[in-house]
Nanobody
Framework: QVQLVESGGGLVQAGGSLRLSCATSGRAFSDYAMGWFRQAPGKEREFVAAISWTGGTTRYGDSVKGRFTISRDNAKSTVFLQMNSLNPEDTAVYYC????????????????WGQGTQVTVAS
C-alpha cells in the first residue's frame, strides 16, 4: 500500500508558477512510477506528467509540454511538478498517482491516488 498526499496548490496569476509536491508513505517509493493528473469541473481526468521509478524516463501531456517539469527525490519519497507559464486553462484539481515500476499515461493503469490539490489560475 502507498499513501499519497499532495501540497502546493493555490491561486496564481496567469504567467505565474507553482510547484506541487506529493509526499508518499508505505511501500518503497523507488518501486513506483509516479504520475500527475488533473481534473477541471465537468471534464475527465487528464494526464499531465509521469516519471519512471529511476527518474530516467518522463512523459508529458501535449498541453503542458515545455511548461511543466516532473521530478522525484527517492531519498525523500516525494515527487514534484514544477508548473511555469500558467494560464487559466490549467485551473483544475491536481492529483498524484502511483503504479509499480513502469511509466504510464493512462489513468486506469495507476493503483494509488492522492486526494488532490486545487490550482486556480486567474486571468
Amino acid at each position: 500500500q502507498v499513501q499519497l498526499v499532495e501540497s502546493g496548490g493555490g491561486l496564481v496569476q496567469a504567467g505565474g508558477s507553482l510547484r506541487l509536491s506529493c509526499a508518499t508513505s508505505g511501500r518503497a517509493f523507488s518501486d513506483y512510477a509516479m504520475g500527475w493528473f488533473r481534473q477541471a469541473p465537468g471534464k475527465e481526468r487528464e494526464f499531465v506528467a509521469a516519471i519512471s521509478w529511476t527518474g530516467g524516463t518522463t512523459r508529458y501531456g501535449d498541453s503542458v509540454k515545455g511548461r511543466f517539469t516532473i521530478s522525484r527525490d527517492n531519498a525523500k519519497s516525494t515527487v514534484f511538478l514544477q508548473m511555469n507559464s500558467l494560464n487559466p486553462e490549467d485551473t483544475a484539481v491536481y492529483y498524484c498517482a502511483a503504479r509499480l515500476l513502469r511509466v504510464a499515461t493512462n489513468r486506469h493503469e495507476y493503483d494509488y491516488w492522492g486526494q488532490g490539490t486545487q490550482v486556480t489560475v486567474a486571468s
